[in-house]
């Protein structure tokens, strides 16, 4: 891959919503502020909010979603094998589960 300087311009195609990112605060007040303001810009449809670490700390990171975007996202939802059986899991941290039948 090449990278892009910046007096190269990036064809429209290519050009993407601009993610929302500020330092960690209070979490209801600043995802209630990112997803406002992700809705604020124009063909947002639908708002995609992860908390991440970062050299400058946690910060919690919002990406606005076009309707192409949604509409990739449950195609991949609707494409994922669902299963009858519930999920298990043996371990959660320190905690474990173990079938009597494997002691």
Avoid: W, Y
């Amino acid at each position: 891959m090449t990278k892009k300087t910046d007096s190269e311009p990036m064809p429209a195609e290519q050009q993407s919503a601009e993610p929302v990112s500020t330092p960690l605060s209070s979490l209801a007040e600043q995802i209630g502020q990112h997803v406002i303001a992700a809705l604020n810009q124009e063909s947002t449809v639908a708002v995609v909010t992860t908390i991440t670490g970062s050299r400058v700390g946690r910060q919690v990171v919002s990406l606005p979603l076009d309707s192409d975007q949604m509409h990739n996202i449950q195609m991949l939802l609707m494409a994922v094998e669902t299963s009858e059986q519930p999920e298990t899991v043996s371990c959660v941290g320190f905690h474990c589960k173990f079938d009597s039948t494997d002691v």
